[in-house]
RNA sequence: GCGCCCGUAGCUCAACGGAUAGAGCAUCUGACUACGGAUCAGAAGGUUAGAGGUUCGAGUCCUCUCGGGCGCGCCA
């Protein structure tokens, strides 16, 4: 063989069939033709080497060229041992030591409730940073407040007119909580509605800047997101960084001026025209401001930095790519954009299209009200995001296995139930000297084989940025153990003496527990002791 | 018109180019005088929208057609 015909990568899987052992390659299939033989040739030859590994049981020949290999129990059941000594820390990996991301989520408007289009991304978002936490990356969560433009105006004279009895202007904001918003202002400052005109609708404006914007933040701490940075508009024009970001596009030569206006030449890479910097007017764009704020998230240190979109802002995908581009990065490493398709909500069959607070738009808090945080952030999460999702909120607030986080949920709590019992006995499993190759019951090795997974689901996930596949992976450990629980009896019966096979297998239950309260917490869901 | 995403079981959805396309719900049949039955075992359900192509191998990649969602401002 040449040593160009190696892949660069092997890959190791757990097969679907538990007859195909506990682990399957087609690293035979890959170097067939260049070894110009056949691939069960290749697949013998490289068994032959495998079969004299510690640990390996058996390794055999399958199908085409898979080789397929099966552990000794011993080996494979000391993995119970290592992951309850792991504690928290199993799973955690160090792909992305030394990585620092950003990742940008949901970024609201300050007028208004987050709603369900901004939910699936509160909630995927978070469980992203979560992962790439998990993968050895130093994440920041940033949310960038739009606090800047003609919007905030709007919203100040929607707030100032509501308070004063008058209509709404043309284009302004609508529904309950903007009238709850107006009158606690007033309650809060009686003499603002004496203020001049001109200066009174920018009170209001800041007044119910600052409401609502704690009140996205208070909802989306009980929603488990958690932000790092919270990045005001106003702030990266104060602070010098649109003038900084402006420079560096100049410097790097992608900047032309046309019409009287200031243009950034996007098409340079991609995008399908180019765009305003600054208007002939002389005001600047929205869109300069979205390039200043990605150069200085990298002047910030970040390496990779990662925009969170609804489905909406699809056409952004080229122009974002085209900022870095411009900005001399490359926007194949230094920016990803991720794009999330639409929530709609169904209960009784209809799709749900009104707010009790906002109106006809859906808030994060009416999902939440109706189903419970953990129900559904996980619930938003189980899916990959680019297929819109229909949530079902009769069956997410139903307790069976038709709900997904409860069933998971429920492993674990039994789980703890198991333990809980042992330790009345006075069973002191912990230091007992467990013999793990006594885990030889089939249900018991397909236990260990898939809590030996949650590393390398870690690692799919972060690379991919599908957290879903955490929740996936849940269900079928959660479904792993309740198949064990079924058969195989882990205390002693009422007459029984404490035996060997019982400590093992409740170092067993515990090393389960750990990987699911692990995983769970990668989702932001949690894992209760009891339901 | 141009561009992006999607189309898998009756329904909601999985499947980083791998072996016989999988779960749950719904339908049908079973399992507790022991650790949580919110569980487990089984049956039935498919031309992966359609047609070509790429290769050892395609639901997955490429081309086209059909169907659905969304986007294409010196708005923010």
Redesign the pocket.
């Known amino acids: 063989l040449e040593p160009g015909a190696i892949p660069d990568e092997v ?1 190791v ?1 757990r ?3 538990p ?2 052992g506990d682990y ?1 390659t ?1 690293i035979a ?2 170097l067939a ?1 260049k070894a110009g033989t056949s691939p069960r040739a290749v697949a013998e030859a490289v068994a032959s080497r495998l079969r004299d590994t510690e640990g390996v049981a058996t390794v055999d020949v ?3 060229g ?1 080789l ?1 290999v099966t552990l000794d129990a011993a080996s494979l059941g000391q993995l119970a041992g290592n992951v309850v000594l792991a504690g928290e820390t199993y799973g955690r990996i160090d792909d992305y030591a030394g990585t620092r991301i950003n990742v940008e989520f949901i970024s609201a ?1 300050p007028t208004g409730p987050i709603h369900l289009g901004h939910a699936r991304w509160a909630a995927v978002g978070d469980a992203i940073a979560r992962v790439l936490e998990a993968a050895g990356a130093e994440v920041a969560r940033e949310f960038y407040i ?1 606090d ?4 905030m105006d709007k919203f100040g004279m929607s707030l100032e007119a509501r308070a004063l009895g008058t209509e709404v202007p043309e284009g302004g904001y609508q529904g309950e909580y903007v009238d709850a918003l107006a009158q606690q202002i007033v309650a809060a400052d009686p003499g603002i509605v004496d203020l001049p005109e001109d200066e009174r609708f920018v009170a209001f404006r800041e007044a119910g800047y600052a409401l609502q914007l704690q009140q996205q933040k208070d909802v989306l701490d009980h929603f488990n997101t958690h932000f790092d940075v919270w990045y005001s508009e106003r702030t990266l024009h104060e602070s010098g960084a649109v003038d900084r970001g402006m420079a560096k596009l100049r410097e790097q030569g992608h900047v032309f001026e ?4 200031v243009w950034l030449r996007t098409t340079d890479f991609d995008d ?2 180019d765009r ?1 910097l600054i ?3 002389g ?1 600047l ?2 869109f300069a401001s979205d390039t200043a704020y990605y150069v200085d998230k990298r002047a910030r240190g970040f390496d990779v930095n990662i925009y969170l979109l609804g ?2 802002h ?2 952004y ?1 080229n122009r974002l790519r085209a900022v870095a581009a411009c900005a001399g990065d490359d926007p194949d490493v230094n920016i990803e954009v991720l ?1 999330g ?2 929530v709609k909500m169904f209960k009784g069959g209809e799709e749900v299209r009104l707010s009790k607070r906002a109106g006809n738009i859906i808030t994060l808090e009416d999902l939440v009200d109706e189903v419970g945080v953990d129900a559904a952030r996980y619930s938003l999460i189980r ?2 995001v ?5 949530l079902d909120l009769d069956l997410l607030v139903s ?4 709900n997904p986080v ?2 998971v949920q ?1 492993a674990h ?2 789980i ?3 333990l809980r ?1 042992a330790a009345e006995l006075g069973i002191d499993w912990r230091t007992a000297d467990p013999d793990f190759s006594l885990l030889t019951h089939e249900r018991e090795a397909q236990l260990l084989g898939l809590i030996g997974e949650l590393p390398r689901v870690v690692a ?1 996930a972060a690379e ?1 940025r ?1 957290p ?2 955490v929740a ?1 992976y849940l ?1 079928e450990l959660a ?1 792993g153990y ?2 064990f ?2 058969v ?4 002693p ?1 009422a007459d029984t003496e404490l035996e060997p096979i019982n400590v093992a297998r409740l170092w067993l239950c515990a090393a389960a527990r750990q990987t699911l309260a692990n995983g769970l917490a990668m989702l932001g869901v949690s894992a209760p002791e ?2």
């Open positions: 890959t899987e097969p679907r069939n007859e195909h399957a087609n299939l890959q033709k399958a199908g085409p898979f397929n408007n739009n800047r433009g003609l919007q046309a019409d009287g206006a399908d025209r305003v208007r002939s007017n005001e764009t929205y489905a909406d699809h056409g995908v794009i398709q639409l899916y990959p680019d297929s819109p999702l229909s307790r069976s296995n038709d409860f069933y429920y709590a039994r703890a139930s198991v019992n799919t991919l599908e879903h596949r996936r269900e479904n309740h198949k629980y079924d195989c009896r882990v205390l019966g009891r339901m």
